[in-house]
Nanobody
Framework: QVQLVESGGGSVQAGGSLRLSCTTFGYTDSITHMAWFRQAPGKEREGVAAINIRHPWTTYADSVKGRFTISRDNTKVTMYVQMNSLKPEDTAMYYC????????????????????WGQGTQVTVSS
């Protein structure tokens, strides 16, 4: 089994930066993709950034492209998202996700691709 734990959320002013971390536990060898999703009140969960763990490949939602950067620290078995130029519309609960089971991922920003999820970390951006 795989467990994911997010950290780094908080409250920031518009234009500020925040870095979220996702630490993996358990049997992680079967993970090929990890991603960050977010969910604001009254809105469905949406994918914002994803990374192929085994190859140098990333993808981003248009709404965060150029502002967010996803990466992975292999030594610490931790995934990150650096969020710059934050906007009030970025306010949401942010979740870390991993596929596992060597599953084939066709759309890395679709929540149905991922089996394992963290508990979430809140990001609030004030204007």
């Amino acid at each position: 089994q795989v467990q994911l734990v997010e950290s780094g959320g908080g409250s920031v002013q518009a234009g500020g930066s925040l870095r979220l971390s996702c630490t993996t536990f358990g049997y992680t060898d079967s993970i090929t993709h990890m991603a960050w999703f977010r969910q604001a009140p009254g809105k469905e969960r949406e994918g914002v950034a994803a990374i192929n763990i085994r190859h140098p490949w990333t993808t981003y939602a248009d709404s965060v492209k150029g502002r967010f950067t996803i990466s992975r620290d292999n030594t610490k078995v931790t995934m990150y998202v650096q969020m710059n130029s934050l906007k009030p519309e970025d306010t949401a609960m942010y979740y870390c996700a991993a596929n596992g089971d060597f599953s084939v991922v066709y759309n890395a920003l679709k929540e149905g691709e991922y089996r394992y999820w963290g508990q979430g970390t809140q990001v609030t951006v004030s204007s």
